[in-house]
């Protein structure tokens, strides 16, 4: 359905904005405000959740009998390359999220480039891994579509369970995945398989990642953020890569054009760290109502003699390497990327601020365990014997920002750490104590409770898990919850549904699911025994009337 919508808004001569119905209430209300747009497109079980806006709502579901009336004919549009195809929003430092304007001839442009890199034709089958809301799906959806290939949805429930998705994309024989490099490391993937090619984008690649999958498979690594269209830059893994300290991103796709400069937009030398600048034809418009976050972002192009030539500063710190190719060395700011997602942790803090407790707040991105990437937040109380407590701080989160934004650690402090020019010393602050967020330690009561809370312990990195502690409130998050539901399998036996994670998220609640689960299992059973007898002692009753039909007729 989702598709269908996207084509038909297209076809319309219209762009679409994405709205994800588990975002904050708050959040979604801010998207239809700034886009002010006429039509949303939705289904009549989510009508009454939506916040009011003015908008006229159009549900497929419940409206096909009016919308069956209109004309079957192709529709006429004017459609020109410089029309908008989507607003995607993104994270903002402010506290708010912009909504980044892409046009059709940036989409042209990628489609058509990824189509000859890639070599795409019919006999393809492309895994749609991203959310609609974010900008990696444009690629895929419209990469299948354009080329004639097989798009194949997947369904979140799937994508958080590696056994589940495993067995998925061998089913549907995809050929074509593209992920994030903290999702490929958690899937062991079938040889006899039928997948072509592994792209990892979104957040950077390891060289032990890299080695895995490039044995078995073509493996790319690409970059690009959401203001020049999914991806700039793209490299094929080959076997030189493993003699690298880190993985390239690449060289530019066709039409685009990258610069490495220094703070006067001065190129810097090959081997030299340097902000990333990208122009060409993935150049995005702008942002929506910020013109000058645009101005700031989008500046002119000084190596270009066309009128308006543009480029977009990534703040990105990059490098060229001698063979031409380029490595990625961080950020310039307080950016970062969790699990593929782009956070600004400004965004975070200006939130946290707005708490009646909350004096001061910075948040910092930790990976105090490898392979582990975690949000953890710092604050001072406004007053010191009335500190917050880290599950109202989560819950005063989420009714604001996605649960992709929400940290998994929230440390109290007397004061920040200050440099000697007095700004916020972030390599100072500590370490922290996720034990703190856990409740007055309750034992396990029985062997399935013990091995529950030492796998998770385990995949935690704690010393120990209480019958009580929620998993996601001690640091928990959906790519760990995929090591549990491994574990799980592996000691109990059983293979736990990732909806059912999320339903009993403490070890006391998901023992008693897997009891209730067992005297289920238990009463089928005795039914179905039940059944079976029944059934016996019906066909031996049947036999032995007809015995005596056939003596009374001998008879």
């Known amino acids: 359905g989702m598709i269908t919508g996207l084509l038909g808004i297209l076809k319309a001569g219209g762009a679409y904005v994405p709205l994800d119905p588990e975002y904050p209430e708050e959040r979604i209300a801010f998207m239809l405000e700034d886009t002010q747009m006429p039509i949303l497109l939705t289904q009549a079980e989510l009508s009454d959740s939506l916040p009011k806006s003015k908008a006229n709502l159009v549900c497929p579901d419940t409206d096909w009998e009016a919308i069956a009336k209109e004309s079957g004919k192709n529709v006429k549009t004017s459609v020109r390359p410089d029309n908008l195809t989507y607003v995607i929003y993104t ?18 442009n990628l489609t058509a480039a990824q189509k000859k890199f890639f070599k795409i034709d019919e006999t393809e089958k492309i895994l749609q891994f991203s959310s609609l809301c974010f900008d990696a799906s444009s690629e895929q959806i419209w990469l299948a579509l354009s080329s004639g290939s097989v798009l194949v949805l997947v369904s979140e429930e799937i994508l958080i369970d590696s056994n589940m998705f495993e067995r998925y994309i061998f089913k549907h024989n995809v050929t074509h995945l593209d992920a994030v490099p903290s999702f490929l490391n958690n899937i062991i993937f079938r040889k ?17 990642l890299a080695k895995r999958l490039s044995c078995d498979y073509d493996f790319y690594n690409v970059y690009g953020p959401t203001e020049t269209t999914v991806t700039s830059i793209e490299y ?3 076997q030189e890569t493993s003699l690298f300290d880190k993985v390239p991103i690449g060289r530019p796709i066709a039409n685009t054009q990258l610069h490495i400069l220094d703070k006067q937009l001065k190129p810097v030398p090959v081997c030299v760290p340097g902000e990333l600048h990208i122009g060409g034809a993935g150049l995005a418009r702008g942002y929506l109502n910020r013109p000058d976050l645009t101005k700031e972002k989008f500046v002119p192009n000084p190596f270009s003699h066309e ?26 700011d307080h950016q970062v990327k969790i699990r593929g997602f782009r956070i600004e942790l400004g965004e975070i803090e ?46 005063f989160l989420k009714a604001k920002l996605p649960d992709y934004m929400i940290p998994s650690a929230f440390v109290i402090l007397k004061a920040l750490p200050l440099t ?81 994670m999320f339903k009993y998220p403490n070890i006391d609640s998901l ?9 289920q299992g238990d009463k089928k059973t005795e039914d179905y025994a039940a059944t079976r007898k029944s059934r016996r002692d019906s066909v031996r009753q049947k036999r032995q009337i007809r015995q005596k039909h056939r003596l009374t007729e001998k008879q």
């Open 91 to 108: 994270s903002g430092s402010t506290g708010k999220p912009k909504g980044v304007l892409v046009e059709h001839r940036n989409i042209v």
């Open 192 to 208: 006899s398989g039928n997948i072509r090619r592994i792209i990892a984008s979104a957040e950077a690649c390891s060289i032990e």
């Open 236 to 238: 094929a893994v080959t």
């Open 307 to 332: 009128p308006d030539s543009r480029l977009y500063r990534t703040g990105d710190l990059c490098r060229y390497l001698p063979d031409g190719n380029i490595e990625f060395w961080g950020r310039i």
């Open 350 to 395: 200006a939130v946290l601020s707005k708490h009646e407790q909350v004096k001061d707040a910075v948040v910092i991105a930790r990976e105090d365990h490898p392979g582990n990437k975690q949000l953890t937040a710092y604050l001072t109380p406004k007053e010191e014997d009335k500190a917050p407590e880290p599950g109202d701080l989560r819950e």
């Open 420 to 500: 000697p020019n007095g700004k916020i010393d972030r390599k100072a602050l500590p370490e922290p104590d996720m034990s703190a967020a856990q409740k007055e330690y309750a034992a396990p009561r029985n062997k399935t409770e013990n091995a529950i809370a030492l796998i998770w312990a385990e995949v935690l990195n704690l010393k120990e898990v209480g019958i009580y502690d929620n998993f996601f409130d001690i640091g928990g998050n959906s790519l760990l919850l995929m090591k549990v539901i491994s574990g799980l399998k592996k000691v109990l036996g059983k293979e736990i549904p990732v909806i059912k």
């Open 511 to 519: 023992n008693r699911y897997l009891n209730e689960k067992n005297t």
